[in-house]
Each structure stands twice: as C-alpha cells, then as structure tokens.
C-alpha cells in the first residue's frame, strides 16, 4: 500500500489536500490496477484533466471524490461509492502527466558569481514574463562566433606554459569549452603586432617573387594549427589586411594614403599568394575583408583608406577576377568592415549593380560606433539591400583599457570608457558613455543577431595584464588575460558571455521568432542543424526575472539573476 499526502506529481500541477491510498499499483497505473481511493480537495481544473487521463487502462474498484470540482469536472459521467465508469476516449488515451517532448538545460553567467553554471528550473509564477518562441518564423543562418588570432596573442600563448597554453586553446576551441566556430586573423601586422611588417617587403616586387608569410611561422601559425587540433568540426577563417605594402602607397607609409592604381594588379595578385601560402601550411581560408577600417583610425596605425566607391571597383576589376582565375572564387569577400553607422553608403556602392554585387559575399562591421548602441536601423538597411547577402560583425573590443586583473565585479559595473569618451565629436560624446563591459557584449551580441547578422568575432583572445603586446601601445581588453611571467591566466567574464553563444549555437542554425512582452529583457533564439532550440536572453537590471518560455506544447518555467545572461538549450 502507498499512501501519498499532497502529492502532485501524478496530476501536473501542484494541488491541495489531496490523499491517494494504492493498493497494488504499478507505475503510473498505466496498467490494471484494484481498490484505488483517491480524495481531492480545492482542485483545479487541470489536476482533474491529467487525474483522468492517468487511468489510461480499464481499472477496478475506484472511488473518487472531488471537492469544489470545477468545469473540467464535467468530464465525469457516474460517481457511484463502489465504482466510477470514465467514458471519455480522448483522456483514457493521454498519459499520466503531459509527456515532456524538449529535454531542458539552463546555464548561467551573472555578476553574482555563476560563470557558465548550469541551473535548474524553477515553479510557475504568477508573475512571469511569457516568452513564446517560434520555430515557424524563420531569419538568417548563423555562421558562427568566435575571436581573433593575432600576432600579439600567438606571441603570449608561447609565453605562457604548456599546459596554460593547452588550457586556454581548449577553453576556446574544444566542445567542452567555448567551441568557437569563427575567427578572423590579419594580413601584414596590425596594431596587435610586435612590429610593423608585411608579406612582400621588396619594392617593386611586381609579380611578388619574393612574397613570404615567414613573420607568421613563429606565432599566429603555430597557434591556428593547434586550434585545428582541438576543434572537433573545425572553424572558418577571415583574413583582412591592415594596409598594403608601403611601397604600393601613395604616401609610402605604413599609415593611411591610398593604393597607388598601377599596383590593383600586384595588390589583388597578393591575396591569392596568401591564400596559397597558406594552404601550404593546412590553413584554407574561408573568407577576406578587403580592407580594415577603410575610414582610417585617426592615422595612428597600419591603415590604407578607400571610399565606397574605389572599393567596389577594385573588387569588380581586379580582386574578384584574380581570385576567380586563380582558383579562389570560392573564398567569400566582404567588404566596408567598419562602423555601422557608415553602413548605408556603402552597401548601396557595393550593390549598386549586379557587375559589382557577384564578386561580394556580404558587408563586414565593426561596433565602435558607440559603447551602448547596435545601430540596428542601419542592419536592417544593409539587409533588405541585398538579403541574400551576409553581414558579419568582425571586430568589437573594450578598447582603451587596462585589463583589470582577477576583478570579475569591475566587467560587470559601469565602469569602463572608450576611445569615445575623450575624442569623440561633441555632437557624437552621448554615444560614448561609461558601460559595464558585459552589457556591452550580451547587448551587442543580441542586438546584432535579431538584426540579421550572420556571424559575431571579437578581437584579441589573448592579451596581457597591460592589454597588450602592441606595438602602438593602444592597450585593450581580451576574454583572457595571462601574466606570462608568473604563468598565469585569468579568464574574464566577457570568455563566459561570449560562450554563451558560441558553445550553443552552431553553424547552419536558423534564427527563430519569439514573443518577449519585457522590454527590459533581452531575448533572441535559434534552431541549430540537429534540430535543437537555443534561447538565450539577458537581465541588465538590478532585480531578477521570473519567466516561462513557451515552446509547441512545453513550458519552462524558470529566473534569471539581476545582472545576469542565461542560456537555455531544449532538446528532442
């Protein structure tokens, strides 16, 4: 015999005064079963639904009775003391409780402490945001996430020890961690360089005999082959260049001036020797930028300027030719690959004819337009442009700060200024306020994504306690910080935001829509390749959020901390 007292596990919902007496049961009386005494009390309608539906099979002896039954009670035909004959076929079909058809797992990353924790569901409550997703609403495929090899983070990886370097490679590339997916990398040096070089340093070098990627061979190559190592299903790779040769320049200098026309030849022929070079190594490249910040960056660093229209007609006439010729048509150019508020100007020269359009795959951008605003009037434009185009976020960082050192509470409070905060335009200052650099990545991340972009790569894996090595010394912030002298590593709360997405949400995933009546809450939502849902939302307030998401006929009832981004994964 069991006797149950309160129990709800039975009826779906939790119920009061409820006595269940069962001699000879089996599980969930799915089968033949004798002498059942059940009393509710106070019942609601659904526990009445399921109690039905539970019987499942013929039964004998059954004495029910049911206090202050509402409408669903009508379901009920006889109550007699010895027996109850149910007569309703639809719910002697149904199971003892509704069967869950998406296996939940929620994780969490939070100012209070949770760093990518996995947590539990909560009760129903009265107050909770409902949020419906919809699998029937269908955007953009998802090309991946993921951040940069740059020569400054190679270098530190060498730095570290071994197995620090194995630990932070398999945090980033490995299932068990953030599993990136997609990453961008650099052509000739960067900022993020120890030094200013390039690939074919001989003037003159017209047919680029002497090109070579030797600068590449101690550092960022080494590392990108380790990361293949690791990753189980590989990741894709944007190269961009910084500047072309010196000598190819109008002003023969590593910063600014413009591509000399007699050099669109030889400067279109160095991309497909890299690309070769680089496959010699194992590397294919999966797609390019034609240009870094083709505005400049205030002539401080390795740059090369183009407008929108001098752009386009390189890659019409000569860069999307070459690489066609060579072999190399498939290798997915992008073009601008900088603010988004320059965006319209640009997409519409790009686009401007379909002679023009083939040779792009899509627009790359930046997000150092403004620390708080994702400019998603000017994604929207570049999408219905041309919708059959991608828009690739492919560099955002927290610039002009020193990392802070194991101080996970400083990225999570509004602390941090950027380039903006001292030499923005008066007009431009309001763009540029004090933010909490988690919000700035969870907002940015979201806000990109439910705005048809494709694909989301932060700079620098990798920096030191200075936000560094470079060699222009403009310090920023990287989801790793390592002190190689004393062979530490530090992995910040932006490495937990940014897996959020990275580790979820897969390749091939198709944005889905939802319904979210929070304006405070962020939400956005997938389906990845093998079917399964991928919601992840963000809480930037003080005070946490009950919520129930609604998904065909299952609902998850669960809270999110104040300050906090939450990832929830349903599977079949």
Same mark, same amino acid.
């Given at each position: 015999?069991?006797? !149950?007292?309160?129990?709800?596990?039975?009826?779906?919902?939790?119920?009061?005064? /409820?006595?269940?007496?069962?001699?000879?049961? =089996?599980?969930?009386?799915?089968?033949?079963?004798? +002498?059942?005494?059940?009393?509710?009390?106070?019942?609601?309608?659904?526990? #009445?639904?399921?109690?039905?539906?539970?019987?499942?099979?013929?039964?004998?002896?059954?004495?029910?009775?049911?206090?202050?039954?509402?409408?669903?009670?009508?379901?009920?035909?006889?109550?007699?003391?010895?027996?109850?004959?149910?007569?309703?076929?639809?719910?002697?079909?149904?199971?003892?409780?509704?069967?869950?058809?998406?296996?939940?797992?929620?994780?969490?990353?939070?100012?209070?402490?949770?760093?990518?924790?996995?947590?539990?569901?909560?009760?129903?409550?009265?107050? *909770?945001?409902?949020?419906?997703?919809?699998?029937?609403?269908?955007?953009?495929?998802?090309?991946?996430?993921?951040?940069?090899?740059?020569?400054?983070?190679?270098?530190?990886?060498?730095?570290?020890?071994?197995?620090?370097?194995?630990?932070?490679?398999?945090?980033?590339?490995?299932?068990?961690? *953030? +599993?990136?997916?997609?990453?961008?990398?650099?052509?000739?040096?960067?900022?993020?360089?120890?030094?200013?070089?390039?690939?074919?340093?001989? *003037?003159?070098?017209?047919?680029?005999?002497?090109?070579?990627?030797?600068?590449?061979?101690?550092? @960022?190559?080494?590392?990108?082959?380790?990361?293949?190592?690791?990753?189980?299903?590989?990741?894709?790779?944007?190269?961009?260049?910084? #500047?072309?040769?010196?000598?190819?320049?109008?002003?023969?200098?590593?910063?600014?001036?413009?591509?000399?026309?007699?050099?669109?030849?030889?400067?279109?022929?160095?991309?497909?020797? &890299?690309?070769?070079?680089?496959?010699?190594?194992? !590397?294919?490249?999966?797609? @390019?930028?034609?240009?870094?910040?083709?505005?400049?960056?205030?002539?401080?660093?390795?740059?090369?300027?183009? %407008?929108?229209?001098?752009?386009?007609?390189?890659?019409?006439?000569?860069?999307?030719?070459?690489? $066609?010729?060579?072999?190399?048509?498939?290798?997915? @150019?992008?073009?601008?690959?900088?603010?988004?508020?320059?965006?319209? $100007?640009?997409?519409?020269?790009? &686009?401007?004819?379909?002679?023009?359009?083939? &040779?792009?795959?899509?627009?790359?951008?930046?997000?150092?337009?403004? #620390?708080?605003?994702?400019?998603?009037?000017?994604?929207?434009?570049?999408?219905?442009?041309?919708?059959?185009?991608?828009?690739?976020?492919?560099?955002?960082?927290?610039?002009?700060?020193?990392?802070?050192?194991?101080?996970?509470?400083?990225?999570?409070?509004?602390?941090?200024?950027?380039?903006?905060?001292?030499?923005?335009?008066?007009?431009?200052?309001?763009?540029?306020?004090?933010?909490?650099?988690?919000?700035?990545?969870?907002?940015?991340?979201?806000?990109?994504?439910?705005?048809?972009? =494709?694909?989301?790569?932060?700079?620098?894996?990798?920096?030191?306690?200075?936000?560094?090595?470079?060699?222009?010394?403009?310090?920023?912030?990287?989801?790793?910080?390592? =002190?190689? $002298?004393?062979?530490?590593?530090?992995?910040?709360?932006?490495?937990?935001?940014?897996?959020?997405? %990275?580790?979820?949400?897969?390749?091939?995933?198709?944005?889905?829509?939802?319904?979210?009546?929070?304006?405070?809450?962020?939400?956005?939502?997938?389906?990845?390749?093998?079917?399964?849902?991928?919601?992840?939302?963000?809480?930037?307030?003080?005070?946490?959020?009950?919520?129930? /998401?609604?998904?065909? $006929?299952? #609902?998850? +009832?669960?809270?999110?901390?104040?300050?906090?981004?939450?990832?929830?994964?349903?599977?079949?």
């Amino acid at each position: 015999m069991i006797i !149950i007292h309160r129990q709800d596990a039975c009826l779906g919902r939790k119920s009061e005064n /409820i006595l269940i007496i069962i001699h000879r049961q =089996d599980a969930c009386l799915g089968r033949k079963s004798e +002498n059942i005494l059940i009393i509710i009390h106070r019942q609601d309608a659904y526990a #009445t639904y399921l109690h039905l539906a539970c019987l499942g099979r013929k039964s004998e002896n059954i004495l029910i009775i049911i206090h202050r039954q509402d409408a669903c009670a009508t379901y009920l035909n006889a109550m007699k003391t010895k027996f109850l004959h149910i007569v309703t076929l639809s719910l002697l079909l149904m199971n003892c409780q509704p069967q869950k058809t998406w296996k939940t797992e929620l994780y969490e990353t939070s100012a209070g402490g949770n760093k990518l924790t996995k947590i539990e569901e909560t009760p129903a409550s009265e107050n *909770a945001i409902k949020i419906k997703l919809k699998t029937e609403e269908k955007f953009q495929k998802i090309v991946g996430f993921g951040g940069s090899f740059t020569e400054s983070s190679a270098y530190l990886l060498n730095k570290v020890g071994k197995a620090n370097r194995e630990k932070i490679l398999k945090a980033y590339f490995s299932e068990e961690g *953030a +599993n990136y997916s997609l990453t961008r990398t650099h052509i000739n040096s960067c900022d993020f360089s120890l030094s200013q070089y390039s690939y074919a340093p001989e *003037a003159d070098d017209m047919e680029l005999k002497k090109f070579s990627i030797k600068e590449d061979m101690d550092d @960022i190559i080494p590392m990108i082959k380790d990361a293949q190592k690791i990753s189980k299903n590989g990741f894709k790779i944007i190269a961009s260049p910084w #500047t072309a040769p010196p000598w190819m320049k109008d002003n023969n200098k590593w910063v600014g001036g413009k591509l000399l026309p007699k050099y669109n030849e030889t400067w279109a022929l160095f991309f497909s020797k &890299y690309f070769t070079e680089y496959k010699k190594q194992g !590397i294919d490249i999966w797609g @390019i930028t034609v240009e870094n910040e083709p505005h400049g960056n205030g002539n401080n660093w390795e740059s090369m300027l183009f %407008s929108p229209k001098e752009m386009t007609d390189f890659v019409q006439d000569f860069l999307g030719p070459k690489l $066609e010729k060579d072999g190399y048509g498939h290798v997915k @150019i992008l073009g601008y690959d900088q603010n988004r508020a320059g965006l319209k $100007e640009w997409v519409d020269e790009m &686009y401007r004819d379909e002679k023009a359009a083939k &040779y792009f795959a899509g627009t790359a951008i930046h997000w150092y337009e403004s #620390t708080y605003d994702f400019f998603p009037d000017a994604l929207q434009y570049a999408h219905k442009k041309r919708p059959d185009k991608l828009l690739i976020e492919t560099e955002g960082c927290i610039d002009a700060e020193v990392p802070k050192w194991q101080d996970d509470a400083w990225y999570w409070r509004k602390e941090a200024t950027d380039w903006g905060w001292d030499w923005a335009s008066e007009k431009e200052k309001h763009l540029h306020p004090k933010y909490a650099p988690a919000f700035r990545y969870a907002t940015d991340i979201i806000g990109c994504l439910n705005n048809w972009v =494709d694909g989301w790569v932060d700079w620098n894996m990798v920096l030191d306690k200075q936000g560094g090595p470079n060699w222009f010394k403009n310090w920023c912030i990287a989801p790793v910080i390592v =002190d190689p $002298e004393k062979d530490e590593v530090y992995f910040t709360p932006l490495y937990y935001v940014m897996a959020h997405f %990275s580790k979820f949400i897969r390749p091939d995933a198709v944005r889905i829509g939802f319904e979210n009546p929070d304006k405070d809450l962020m939400v956005t939502a997938t389906q990845n390749p093998d079917g399964s849902i991928v919601a992840v939302l963000f809480n930037p307030t003080e005070t946490k959020k009950s919520f129930s /998401i609604s998904l065909q $006929e299952q #609902t998850i +009832n669960a809270t999110i901390a104040p300050k906090a981004i939450q990832t929830i994964v349903l599977k079949k």
